[in-house]
């Protein structure tokens, strides 16, 4: 059985700084590409952030680009999002997720396993 845990979401105030983990059990972590998407009230899930299987390429949405780092640690089957320069925009559930292919997605249905969810609120 699959299972991805997030951790690390909490409140800071804007300007601050939170690291999300995202560790996983039951699937070949080193052959999957990585995501974390959010979704805030009222809105739909949305694209953050991607690394595919050994790293290296990463892509970011626009509104988190030169402020938010994805790594992952294959030796630790666990992926992270560094989050700086938080802004009360940012505030959302944020979802860590796995697929089964080793290069990236950015959409919500190219993605095969989800965590349960971590909340980030940032105020202002």
């Known amino acids: 059985q699959v299972q991805l845990v997030e951790s690390g979401g909490g409140l800071v105030q804007a300007g601050g700084s939170l690291r999300l983990s995202c560790t996983t059990s039951g699937l070949t972590f080193s052959n999957a590409a990585m995501a974390w998407f959010r979704q805030a009230p009222g809105k739909e899930r949305e694209f953050v952030a991607s690394i595919p299987w050994r790293g290296g390429y990463t892509d970011y949405s626009n509104s988190v680009m030169g402020r938010f780092t994805i790594s992952r640690d294959n030796t630790r089957n666990t992926v992270y999002l560094q989050m700086d320069s938080l802004k009360p925009e940012d505030t959302a559930v944020y979802y860590c997720?796995?697929?089964?292919?080793?290069?990236?997605?950015?959409?919500?249905?190219?993605?095969?396993?989800w965590g349960q969810g971590t909340q980030v609120t940032v105020s202002s």
């Open positions: 997720a796995a697929r089964n292919s080793g290069s990236t997605a950015s959409h919500p249905k190219d993605y095969t396993y």
